[in-house]
């Protein structure tokens, strides 16, 4: 087992780091209010779509763990959530099309992920969020081999600008199971786009909802078999669990590093404040936290690509211990500095988005419920599990 970077990957993570170094750090005090297109653009220009794509479709070769390296840099420098987490939807779109796409989807879409357009995934809707197989988005079969879509999603990130959906819907006529992926084109006929959310924090990644209302289809559009959606849905999902819990763990490097300094600079009581025992419980509780998921990623990934099934799992462990450091971390930073942490400015900025990790990429409860189903899964009788279908596998 080798755990360390190749040299190419090193100079690909430095590539990244100074990319993210130089966003607007003025913007960031204050929260992102907009898409950053022009780092979009200049992430397009250092190579990095071209790194989720195949050869044979104009990219240089799938190597996630170059584009693990790249993401890790952006993530140990930008400082703010929003622009990694569209990167991370990107990186799910590009490997559910190279998992599952036929030669023309992956023609037409790998195409446009290559100019940098914007995908989206649409699983959450509004009436049953975590429940995906509960799901009233429908896919209706019509005549000739055509369908139709109906129903509406919330939440999704990039709704208001992608060019293109992969929406998770339920092919009519079947009860819990029946899960389908569609991909949609953001000015097919039936699309509504409705208007940016207003959030928390992340203000630089748009979110909102779309509606589908006979949205015409035909099996061009559907991404692997219709019905049987929830396997796939979940590999490719995975990946975007795992790199939720790298950047998380990543985004809280320099936010640890410059608490330290400050906590040797601050003083109280005629000492500095580092010296308090209470105060190092918060630092060593944020590099524990922040280790622990970057470490439990790393592993969930080689997992992944290696088609171990304990993949699912480890993903929804990486996602989950991400969430806990950055959140966690974030009210710890808050309150070593003091009120200084609540004044506008990257503390205060740091925790309105890192909140958005409790509910992006998954709930805790949802995510324990995974860890939960797998665990139980694992201690069936291996014939037994072999058969069952995808009753145990949580999705949103
Ligand atoms: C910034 C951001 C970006 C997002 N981007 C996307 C995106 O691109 N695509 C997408 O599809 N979604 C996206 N989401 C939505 C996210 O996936 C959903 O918020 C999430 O799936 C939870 O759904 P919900 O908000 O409807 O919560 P609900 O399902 O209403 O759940 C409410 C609460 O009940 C808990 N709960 C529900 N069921 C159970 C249970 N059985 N046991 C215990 N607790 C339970 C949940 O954990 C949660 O705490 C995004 C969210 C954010 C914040």
């Given at each position: 087992?080798?755990l360390?970077?190749?040299?190419?990957?090193?100079?690909?993570?430095?590539?990244?780091?100074?990319?993210?170094?130089?966003?607007?750090?003025?913007?960031?005090?204050?929260?992102?209010?907009?898409?950053?297109?022009?780092?979009?653009?200049?992430?397009g220009?250092?190579?990095?779509?071209?790194?989720?794509?195949?050869?044979?479709?104009?990219g240089t070769?799938?190597?996630?763990?170059?584009?693990?390296?790249?993401?890790?840099?952006?993530?140990?420098?930008?400082?703010?959530?929003?622009?990694?987490?569209s990167?991370?939807?990107?990186?799910?779109?590009?490997?559910?099309?190279?998992?599952?796409?036929?030669?023309?989807?992956?023609?037409?879409?790998?195409?446009r992920?290559?100019?940098?357009?914007?995908?989206?995934?649409?699983?959450?809707?509004?009436?049953?969020?975590?429940?995906?197989?509960?799901?009233?988005t429908?896919?209706?079969?019509?005549?000739?081999?055509?369908?139709v879509?109906?129903?509406?999603?919330?939440?999704?990130?990039?709704?208001?600008?992608?060019?293109?959906?992969?929406v998770?819907?339920?092919?009519?006529?079947?009860?819990?199971?029946?899960?389908?992926?569609?991909?949609?084109?953001?000015?097919?006929?039936?699309?509504?786009?409705?208007?940016?959310?207003?959030?928390?924090?992340?203000?630089?990644?748009?979110?909102g909802?779309?509606?589908?209302?006979?949205?015409?289809?035909?099996?061009?559009?559907?991404?692997?078999?219709?019905?049987?959606?929830?396997?796939?849905?979940?590999?490719?999902?995975?990946l975007?669990?795992?790199?939720?819990?790298?950047?998380?763990?990543?985004?809280?490097?320099?936010?640890?590093?410059?608490?330290?300094?400050?906590?040797?600079?601050?003083?109280?009581?005629?000492?500095?404040?580092?010296?308090?025992?209470?105060?190092?419980?918060?630092?060593?509780?944020?590099?524990?936290?922040?280790?622990?998921?970057k470490?439990?990623?790393y592993?969930?990934?080689?997992?992944?690509?290696?088609?171990?099934?304990?993949?699912?799992?480890?993903?929804?462990?990486?996602?989950?211990?991400?969430?806990?450091?950055?959140?966690?971390?974030?009210?710890?930073?808050?309150?070593?500095?003091?009120?200084?942490?609540?004044?506008?400015?990257?503390?205060?900025?740091?925790?309105?988005?890192?909140?958005?990790?409790?509910?992006?990429?998954?709930?805790?409860?949802?995510?324990?419920?995974?860890?939960?189903?797998q665990?139980?899964?694992?201690?069936?009788?291996?014939?037994?599990?072999?058969v069952?279908?995808a009753?145990?596998?949580?999705?949103?």
């Open positions: 087992m080798d360390s970077w190749t040299s190419r990957q090193l100079s690909i993570r430095a590539e990244f780091a100074s990319l993210g170094s130089r966003t607007d750090r003025d913007e960031l005090r204050l929260g992102r209010r907009a898409f950053d297109q022009q780092t979009w653009d200049q992430l220009g250092a190579g990095l779509w071209q790194m989720m794509v195949p050869t044979d479709f104009g070769g799938v190597d996630w763990w170059d584009v693990t390296a790249a993401l890790e840099g952006l993530a140990s420098t930008i400082r703010t959530p929003g622009l990694l987490l990167v991370i939807a990107q990186a799910g779109m590009a490997y559910a099309l190279d998992l599952f796409g036929t030669t023309a989807q992956k023609s037409d879409y790998f195409r992920i290559l100019r940098g357009e914007l995908s989206a995934t649409a699983i959450a809707d509004p009436d049953t969020g975590t429940d995906v197989r509960a799901s009233s429908f896919l209706s079969p019509r005549a000739n081999e055509t369908f879509l109906n129903g509406r999603k919330y939440n999704i990130a990039h709704a208001p600008v992608a060019s293109f959906t992969l998770v819907c339920k092919l009519e006529g079947h009860a819990r199971d029946g899960i389908s992926l569609v991909l949609v084109d953001q000015n097919c006929k039936g699309v509504t786009i409705g208007p940016q959310d207003r959030k928390l924090g992340n203000l630089d990644l748009p979110t909802q779309l509606t589908f209302e006979d949205v015409p289809l035909h099996y061009g559009h559907i991404l692997g078999v219709p019905g049987e959606g929830l396997r796939n849905l979940v590999r490719f999902v995975s975007g669990r795992l790199y939720y819990g790298l950047v998380a763990a990543t985004l809280c490097e320099p936010m640890l590093a410059e608490a330290l300094s400050y906590a040797k600079t601050r003083q109280t009581f005629g000492q500095p404040i580092v010296d308090h025992q209470y105060v190092q419980k918060k630092l060593t509780d944020m590099r524990i936290a922040a280790d622990s998921a470490w439990v990623s592993g969930a990934l080689h997992q992944l690509l290696s088609g171990a099934p304990e993949a699912v799992m480890s993903c929804s462990i990486a996602k989950l211990a991400g969430a806990s450091a950055i959140t966690d971390g974030a009210v710890d930073l808050l309150k070593l500095y003091g009120s200084r942490g609540y004044h506008e400015g990257e503390v205060s900025t740091f925790l309105r988005d890192a909140l958005a990790f409790c509910s992006v990429g998954g709930t805790e409860e949802m995510h324990r419920r995974n860890i939960m189903n665990m139980m899964r694992k201690a069936r009788p291996a014939a037994k599990a072999a069952e279908p009753r145990d596998l949580e999705t949103a």
